[in-house]
């Protein structure tokens, strides 16, 4: 099945072998469960450099532009301004020249809709490939590094936009044909992908938030979980309070996947201290940013660490439910 490694084998076998890491004292925050970006205090002390890596591996239209998205919004939410990027671009053997200048089109408009810099890469034709593969590395600084595993008891979870934005897209473009679903409502969710930068809100959110995180494979559900793990707490999430959007539910249901449960990029999970939490949505209201309080932040109280929805009580990593739906499809070609 593809998608992410376990947690358990990133313990296993990654997160204890990291070179020099465990001498490096300008290390703020390395390879943990849950973090999507690392902290590196600048040596002279000016600030801290946050940088997250990421692949585009499944996407076939607008990979560029998901690539810099996907790169820019692990630093947005570690409380950062995203101003530089690197990218690797892998072709298959034979591509026309206009994949490359489409990517490459892509990455530069999105950069500079988010406004960082592409300061360097490598790009190849690889036989193997089928369809283009990107590896970007974003980088950004910040005064005050915002962790995934920052949530404490009390605090209010706060989820902006809804569930599942990426992955209505991706239902759309990729199954519309056969879900039965109209050509409007498949029109608009296809547009979503317009809207996967959590840039613009992570940049209100930072100023209140104690944790932040990006939902992406496994969807907000796993978002939650993976902000209940880093932080060490229970999140207690009630479904009905998080926003899902009309084009996801039908696609969803059309489907018979989770809304919570598809990739969820797009939406930014956070925790923020309960006193703050009426100016953070009243902010983000002010910036057309929609915003919702969808659960709180409890103690173990001697458990671990869960995500309870709706009552279920939810520990281990959850699996994405459009894999399924692509295995299928591949299994039918």
Same mark, same amino acid.
């Given at each position: 099945?593809?998608?992410?490694?376990?947690?358990?084998?990133?313990?296993?076998?990654?997160?204890?072998?990291?070179?020099?890491?465990?001498?490096?004292?300008? $290390?703020?925050q390395?390879?943990?469960?849950?973090?999507?970006?690392?902290?590196?205090?600048?040596?002279d002390?000016?600030?801290?450099?946050?940088?997250? &890596?990421?692949?585009?591996?499944?996407?076939?239209?607008?990979?560029?532009?998901?690539?810099?998205?996907v790169?820019?919004?692990?630093?947005?939410?570690?409380?950062?301004?995203?101003?530089?990027?690197?990218?690797?671009?892998?072709?298959?053997?034979?591509?026309?020249?206009?994949?490359?200048? @489409?990517?490459?089109?892509?990455?530069?408009?999105?950069?500079r @809709?988010?406004?960082?810099?592409?300061?360097?890469?490598? &790009?190849?034709?690889?036989?193997?490939l089928?369809?283009?593969?990107?590896?970007?590395?974003?980088?950004?600084?910040?005064?005050?590094?915002?962790?995934?595993?920052?949530? +404490?008891?009390?605090?209010a979870?706060?989820?902006?936009?809804?569930?599942?934005?990426?992955?209505?897209?991706?239902?759309?473009?990729? !199954?519309?044909? +056969?879900?039965?679903?109209?050509?409007?409502? *498949? @029109?608009?969710?296809?547009? !979503?992908?317009?809207?996967?930068?959590?840039?613009p809100?992570? *940049?209100?959110?930072?100023?209140?938030?104690?944790?932040?995180?990006?939902?992406?494979?496994?969807?907000?559900?796993?978002?939650?979980?993976?902000?209940? *793990?880093?932080?060490?707490?229970?999140?207690?999430?009630?479904?009905?309070?998080?926003?899902?959007?009309? +084009?996801?539910?039908?696609?969803?249901?059309?489907?018979?996947?989770?809304?919570?449960? $598809? !990739?969820?990029?797009?939406?930014?999970?956070a925790?923020?201290?309960?006193?703050?939490?009426? =100016?953070?949505?009243?902010?983000?209201? =002010?910036?057309?940013?929609?915003?919702?309080?969808?659960?709180?932040?409890?103690?173990?109280?001697?458990?671990?660490?869960?995500?309870?929805?709706?009552?279920?009580? $939810?520990? @281990?990593?959850?699996?994405?439910?459009?894999?399924?739906?692509?295995?299928?499809?591949?299994?039918?070609?």
């Amino acid at each position: 099945m593809p998608g992410k490694v376990s947690p358990d084998d990133l313990l296993a076998h990654v997160f204890e072998r990291t070179g020099a890491a465990e001498t490096d004292e300008t $290390i703020v925050q390395g390879p943990a469960d849950g973090e999507d970006a690392a902290a590196i205090d600048w040596p002279d002390g000016e600030g801290t450099l946050v940088v997250s &890596s990421d692949p585009i591996s499944l996407a076939a239209a607008e990979v560029g532009t998901l690539g810099v998205y996907v790169a820019t919004n692990d630093v947005a939410v570690s409380g950062a301004d995203p101003r530089w990027l690197t990218a690797v671009v892998l072709l298959p053997n034979g591509a026309d020249e206009r994949v490359l200048e @489409e990517i490459s089109h892509d990455l530069d408009a999105a950069a500079r @809709e988010v406004g960082a810099s592409i300061v360097g890469g490598h &790009s190849e034709y690889v036989d193997q490939l089928e369809r283009p593969l990107l590896s970007l590395t974003a980088m950004g600084t910040t005064e005050r590094f915002v962790p995934t595993g920052g949530a +404490e008891p009390g605090d209010a979870v706060v989820l902006t936009k809804a569930a599942g934005i990426e992955g209505t897209a991706i239902l759309a473009a990729d !199954f519309g044909d +056969e879900l039965g679903v109209g050509s409007e409502t *498949r @029109e608009r969710a296809e547009g !979503f992908l317009g809207e996967i930068s959590v840039v613009p809100e992570a *940049r209100i959110v930072r100023e209140y938030a104690t944790a932040m995180h990006d939902p992406t494979e496994g969807g907000v559900a796993a978002g939650l979980l993976e902000v209940a *793990r880093a932080s060490n707490v229970r999140l207690e999430v009630k479904r009905d309070a998080v926003p899902i959007r009309e +084009e996801t539910a039908a696609l969803c249901e059309a489907a018979g996947v989770d809304p919570l449960r $598809i !990739f969820g990029s797009g939406a930014l999970v956070a925790t923020v201290p309960a006193d703050a939490l009426d =100016d953070c949505l009243e902010d983000l209201a =002010d910036a057309g940013v929609e915003a919702a309080e969808i659960g709180t932040v409890q103690g173990l109280e001697g458990g671990e660490p869960e995500l309870v929805l709706d009552g279920e009580s $939810i520990t @281990e990593p959850i699996e994405d439910d459009l894999y399924p739906l692509w295995e299928a499809a591949d299994a039918d070609d």
